[in-house]
């Protein structure tokens, strides 16, 4: 057997051959299994203990003045942070208070996780009551840092919960970190939390998408000396979150599927990287068993469906249904559309299940185009009084194209009058809804002048694009496409569904209105190969999916 100095030397050697192993396949063929089969192996070839320490599992190192049982407390609260199990975090954060009562990073680590970055919460109070428990003042407070290391950090969560604008405390939190990591290269947590910050701010003469380069590179260097860190991984996933950068995230992909966690952001995490790449199957997978993971914590904790925040509940909903969709699993996505709907009735109504609500049942009648059902969504809509810009695009949509004009225009009325801001999915809907509304009176040049600009504007504003599924729920280009082939432009059609899989890659909507357009075309070479991802797409697709006959005709050939 290894001593034990070098069993993390061994775990990252067995890592790696896992990994090198895994990457002999394509992205979406990694066999988790086999990874796994390898850490089994080591943990018994090297005796790590059964029961080990949270932050043991994900090989966290972070040593402050404390040492024993309060130093590991500490060591699984930071866990917890970096997995965003903030509830638990600040449980072990007071643990070690509880046994060292001055140790000031436990103080430190329970004020900072009020500030959920990603998340983007900020739990101001809260944080300043922690704060006072190690000390009156900030003078005070910075008297029982027994080192120069730790009263920095110390000193940037007092800039954090400080004086001042909110932005302003986050930014000058953010240059804090940076200059802690300067001061102390050889700190792994001081680089992790520092790109961690950077996921909101924006440096002085950078640009957004060379601070999120910054953040990536950052956190790649963390991954170089720990693999399994539970904050790096994420961050590296996240700051590549987009359909240009999004491969480089394949790294923190393999390095989760390594280890064994129950956590439910840890096995969130990943399906932005299969979303990016089209991975229906895992994303709805991944999705589901972080939802299930998250249910059971809910209980275990002994909480209410009213106390769940959207990560909780929602986001983890969301994904899933639309990975269902697009793969064509229908009986999982009602399934899902039913769960959420008697939780949010069960919730009493609460705002953190509406989103979702809306979601799932918007997305159910614009991916499999169910124009039919515009009535029986509008009265779903006027029952629970909700306003979402998705659900009313989904109405607005299904209304024109069924014929419904009059629920078509309040559909458009509604929409413009959610958000004025140009780049909003409100906004983009409302423009999408009026310029199906002229095409379905025949306008055929003012429709499409429309739907041109709502494509213009979707595919300026990347910030519709990272990190979820589409936003607008129907992409514009998808619209536009759409109405193009309908007008007899399949030639501009097809460059407008071509165009909108760099984006959205994938996307099941865009491969179908590519076929068409390229059978219309007589581009036989573009309709196999279209016809053929949707073959694959769809080759576990219920048999009663709108689309799959046409699929398995045009393949069967």
């Not at 590991?72 to 942070?81: G, I, N, R, S």
């Not at 959420?340 to 299940?353: F, H, M, N, Q, T």
């Not at 989904?394 to 559909?411: D, M, P, W, Y």
């Not at 082939?485 to 460059?495: H, K, P, Q």
């Amino acid at each position: 057997m290894f001593p034990l100095e070098n069993k993390t030397l061994a775990m990252n050697l067995i890592y790696y051959v896992a990994a090198a192993i895994n990457n002999i396949k394509r992205p979406e063929l990694i066999m988790p299994k086999y990874a796994k089969s390898f850490l089994s192996v080591f943990l018994l070839v090297f005796s790590i203990p059964v029961a080990a320490q949270v932050y043991q599992n994900w090989n966290l190192v972070f040593p402050t003045s404390q040492s024993g049982a309060a130093q590991e407390h500490f060591l699984d609260a930071v866990t917890y942070m970096h997995l965003h199990m903030f509830e638990d975090a600040e449980e072990q954060f007071r643990e070690a208070q509880t046994l060292a009562p001055d140790f000031v990073m436990a103080y430190w680590g329970e004020a900072l996780t009020q500030h959920r970055t990603i998340w983007n919460i900020h739990r101001l109070d809260v944080a300043r009551e922690v704060l006072a428990r190690l000390g009156a003042t900030p003078a005070e407070r910075a008297a029982k840092a027994p080192s120069a290391r730790e009263k920095a950090y110390l000193a940037a969560v007092e800039t954090l919960f400080g004086a001042g604008e909110f932005r302003l405390r986050q930014s000058a939190y953010s240059n804090a970190m940076g200059e802690l990591r300067q001061a102390y290269p050889d700190d792994i947590e001081a680089s992790a939390l520092y790109a961690l910050s950077l996921m909101r701010e924006t440096p002085i003469d950078m640009t957004r998408q060379q601070t999120r380069s910054l953040m990536a590179t950052i956190s790649m260097q963390v991954l170089a000396q720990n693999p399994r860190h539970p904050g790096a991984n994420r961050y590296l996933i996240q700051s590549t979150d987009d359909p240009e950068n999004t491969d480089i995230g394949l790294l923190a992909v393999n390095n989760l599927r390594l280890i064994d966690t129950d956590a439910a952001e840890a096995l969130h995490i990943p399906s932005h990287y299969y979303l990016q790449h089209g991975m229906w199957e895992a994303v709805a997978d991944s999705n589901m068993r972080a939802f299930e993971s998250s249910m059971a914590w809910v209980e275990e904790n002994d909480f209410s469906l009213q106390d769940l925040n959207a990560h909780n509940y929602g986001h983890l909903v969301q994904f899933a249904n639309y990975g269902y969709l697009q793969a064509g699993n229908l009986n999982q996505a009602a399934k899902i559309r039913e769960r959420v709907r008697s939780d949010y009735i069960a919730s009493g109504l609460a705002a953190e299940i509406e989103t979702p609500l809306a979601d799932v049942y918007a997305r159910w009648i614009l991916d499999l185009e169910r124009w039919q059902d515009a009535e029986l969504l509008a009265e779903l809509a006027s029952e629970y009084s909700i306003r979402s810009p998705g659900l009313w695009q989904a109405i607005g949509i299904a209304a024109a194209r069924s014929g419904n004009l009059v629920l078509a225009n309040e559909a458009v009325k509604l929409l413009a009058n959610l958000s004025d801001n140009p780049a909003s999915q409100a906004v983009n809907s409302s423009r999408q809804v009026e310029g199906l509304i002229h095409l379905a009176q025949g306008h055929d040049d003012i429709a499409l002048g429309i739907l041109s600009e709502a494509a213009q504007l979707n595919w300026a504003q990347p910030v519709t694009l990272l990190g979820v599924p589409p936003r607008p729920l129907k992409p514009a280009m998808e619209t536009y496409g759409e109405a193009l082939l309908e007008t007899g432009d399949a030639g501009a059609a097809l460059v407008q569904f071509q165009q909108g899989l760099t984006r959205y890659r994938g996307r099941s909507n865009l491969l179908l209105g590519a076929a068409r357009a390229a059978e219309v075309l007589g581009r036989g070479d573009l309709v196999k190969r279209y016809y053929s991802q949707l073959a694959e797409i769809w080759q576990r697709a219920d048999s009663s999916h709108p689309f799959i006959n046409e699929v398995r005709t045009k393949t069967s050939r």
